[in-house]
């Protein structure tokens, strides 16, 4: 029994781009529907979200049979957390405010086993290796991890290029919200301030040969921010549309009544 291929992390090292959502509620529901819905990933939100992981396992279980890959962002670089949320079979890390190349390598370290890293053994128990009965996990576990770290404050963007130079990291994932507030502008992403320490990170992780993510931001839609090489975003969110949905709903019944 294998565990499944990593689509997701095959199509952006293959040169694809990849579009996806937050899912911040913690329910598995909303998993299944975007993975039925066709979309490359759906990112399982820890740091805001209320879930943990058990709620990890049930959202990864929404996507089985899909070719859709289930991202989780960890609360923060804490290597224990990481570890968990890789045993319970995530397809990959996210980990918010990663500052420094020291940070990274941490995060990189926690994602392998020894002798590259080190993430705990126990590959005989955990989901990850489907329960001990994918013999060959060890041998490719490392492949089919998407590890990103996100470059979302002044601290981060001026250590950019040592956080991407970290063997291990695939992926520097741009948070231009909180970077915005680190540099005095909160939420005012398309500051010039903001933009420029964005294209410096950016111009640091192409140097470093490693891919790019983040959100639509500053006015910019999904598809522009395909256009400016990112080859992962991620967009929306089910509270936040559900939530839009509501008020919009609630704003036509007051009208009426």
Not at 157 to 178: H, K, Q, S, T
Request: proline share 4%.
């Amino acid at each position: 029994m294998m565990e499944r291929e990593n689509a997701l992390r095959k199509k952006l090292l293959s040169g694809g781009q990849t579009l996806g959502v937050w899912l911040q509620s913690g329910e598995p529901a909303f998993a299944e529907i975007a993975a039925l819905a066709g979309l490359d990933f759906f990112i399982v939100d820890l740091e805001h979200g209320p879930g943990d992981v058990r709620t990890v396992t049930e959202m990864m279980r929404g996507a089985l049979g899909s070719s859709t890959t289930g991202i989780v962002r960890v609360p923060s670089s804490e290597p224990i957390f990481i570890r968990r949320v890789l045993d319970a079979g995530a397809g990959g890390v996210l980990v918010p405010m990663v500052e420094s190349g020291a940070e990274a390598q941490r995060v990189a370290d926690a994602c392998r086993y020894p002798p590259r890293g080190r993430r705990g053994m126990a590959t005989d128990v955990v989901r990850g290796a489907c329960y001990g009965m994918d013999a060959d996990y060890l041998r490719h576990a490392h492949e089919q991890v998407l590890v990103a770290v996100q470059v979302e404050t002044r601290d981060g963007a001026a250590n950019a290029a040592e956080i991407a130079r970290v063997d291990g990291v695939d992926m520097i994932f741009l948070g231009p919200n909180d970077l915005s507030g680190s540099l005095g502008e909160v939420g005012n992403t398309g500051h010039p301030d903001v933009e420029a320490a964005i294209r410096r990170a950016c111009d640091a992780a192409r140097a470093a040969g490693k891919l790019l993510g983040t959100v639509p931001f500053g006015g910019r839609t999904w598809a522009e921010t395909f256009a400016e090489g990112f080859s992962l975003v991620a967009t929306g969110s089910d509270i936040f549309w559900f939530r839009e949905a509501v008020e919009k709903l609630a704003r036509a019944w007051r009208e009426r009544t």
